[in-house]
C-alpha cells in the first residue's frame, strides 16, 4: 500500500531539546510538505519541497529547520527556539505543487507535547 | 490579508438530513478550491476538488458548489450517516501551497 508514514505517533520533550520528526512517502510524489494544526486553527504551512536538495519556508518556519536528501524522505526538526512547540504536526505529499491541482496526501501525524 | 472563513459552529444533525457547510475567502483568487475530511486523530483525507469555471459537483452524497462572485464553496452531505462525522476542511491554492479553513466539525446523530 502506498502512502506516507509518520513516526511517532506522540513525542514528548523536554524544553529546550531539540527533536526530529520522521515523515517518509512511498508514492513517488515529487512535493513534500510539513504543517501544524492547533486546536481551532487551520492547519498552518511550515516547510515545503518540491524536489530533491530544494525547500521553501512556509508561513511559520521560524524555530523550524528540514532537510530533503532523497525523494522518499521530509524530517522535520523542531528546534528550541520555537516558542510554542507543543502541536499536532502533518506530513503531506502531493505530485507537483499545489498551484497545479494535485491534492494533498496526509501521513497520520505527529502529536508532540513538550514540557 | 488572505482569510479563509468556515463555519465557526459544530454542526450537528439528525440522520438522513443534508449538512451544509461554507468556505468563505477573501483576498484570493482561486483557480480551484479543495474539500478534505479529517477524523479525530488522524490526517486529513481528500474528498473533491472544484475548479473556477465549475458552478457544482458531486460525488456519491456529497456536492460542492462554487461561486467565485460571492467568493464562496458550499458543501453539501445529504442523506447523512454517523459514519459522516468528521472534521471538513476546505483549502485554496496560493502559490505553490495549500491553505486551509479551519474545518466544521460535523455529528450526525443516529
Known amino acids: 500500500d502506498g502512502g506516507i508514514t509518520q513516526s511517532p505517533k506522540y513525542l514528548f520533550r523536554k524544553e529546550g531539546q531539540n527533536v526530529t520528526l520522521s515523515c517518509e512517502q512511498n508514492?513517488?510524489?515529487?512535493?513534500m510538505y510539513w504543517y501544524r494544526q492547533d486546536p481551532g486553527q487551520g492547519l498552518r504551512l511550515i516547510y515545503y519541497?518540491?524536489?530533491?536538495?530544494?525547500?521553501q519556508k512556509g508561513d511559520i518556519a521560524e524555530g523550524y529547520s528540514v532537510s530533503r536528501e532523497k525523494k522518499e524522505s521530509f524530517p522535520l526538526t523542531v528546534t528550541s527556539a520555537q516558542k510554542n512547540p507543543t502541536a499536532f504536526y502533518l506530513c503531506?505529499?502531493?505530485?507537483?505543487?499545489?498551484?497545479?491541482?494535485?491534492?494533498?496526501?496526509f501521513g497520520n501525524g505527529t502529536r508532540l507535547t513538550v514540557t | 490579508s488572505q482569510k479563509i472563513e468556515q463555519n465557526s459552529e459544530a454542526l450537528n444533525i439528525q440522520e438522513g438530513k443534508t449538512a451544509t457547510l461554507t468556505c468563505n475567502y477573501t483576498n484570493y483568487s482561486p483557480a480551484y478550491l479543495q474539500w478534505y475530511r479529517q477524523d479525530p486523530g488522524r490526517g486529513p483525507v481528500f474528498l473533491l476538488l472544484?475548479?473556477?469555471?465549475?458552478k457544482e459537483k458531486r460525488k456519491e452524497r456529497l456536492k460542492v458548489t462554487f461561486d467565485t462572485t460571492l467568493k464562496q464553496s458550499l458543501f453539501h452531505i445529504t442523506a447523512s450517516q454517523p459514519a459522516d462525522s468528521a472534521t471538513y476542511l476546505c483549502a485554496l491554492p496560493n502559490d505553490y501551497k495549500l491553505s486551509f479553513g479551519a474545518g466544521t466539525t460535523v455529528t450526525v446523530r443516529a
Open positions: 472544484i475548479r473556477e469555471n465549475e
Open positions: 508514492l513517488n510524489h515529487d512535493a
Open positions: 519541497s518540491q524536489i530533491v536538495n530544494d525547500f
Open positions: 503531506a505529499s502531493s505530485i507537483v505543487g499545489s498551484s497545479y491541482n494535485s491534492p494533498l496526501h
